[in-house]
């Protein structure tokens, strides 16, 4: 069974930082383009970043740029989003999910084939 799990999120104030994990079970995470996205309450699901299988990186929200960072540890399957100044509109649902074998600009357009389910970020200002 294929599974992604995103851990690290928690409660911090504002300017400070955390880094998410995402770690996956049934699948090589290298095979796959790794997006993260985030879902603040009562808004839609958007798109932060995203590294590709060639380890491409973008990010798709201009208020994360210089902030937040995706980096991928192929030796640990493990894929990460390091997020510094974090500001109270970070506030979300976090979410990794993986795209078998394509770049980030199919991310962007999705649809994904793999999601985890989320880890809560909550910056209090």
């Known amino acids: 069974e294929v599974q992604l799990v995103e851990f690290g999120g928690g409660l911090v104030q504002a300017g400070g930082s955390l880094k998410l994990s995402c770690a996956a079970s049934?699948?090589?995470?290298?095979?796959?383009?790794i997006g993260w996205f985030r879902q603040a309450p009562g808004k839609e699901r958007e798109g932060v970043s995203c590294i590709s299988t060639s380890d491409g990186i973008a990010y798709f929200l201009d208020s994360v740029k210089g902030r937040f960072t995706v980096s991928r540890d192929h030796a640990k399957n493990m894929v990460y989003l390091q997020m510094n100044s974090l500001k109270a509109e970070d506030t979300a649902v976090y979410f990794c999910?993986?795209?078998?074998?394509?770049?980030?600009?199919?991310?962007?357009?999705?649809?994904?084939?793999?999601w985890g389910k989320g880890t809560l970020v909550t910056v209090s200002s």
């Open positions: 049934g699948l090589k995470l290298d095979d796959y383009a």
């Open positions: 999910s993986a795209l078998y074998g394509l770049g980030c600009l199919q991310v962007a357009h999705g649809p994904m084939d793999h």
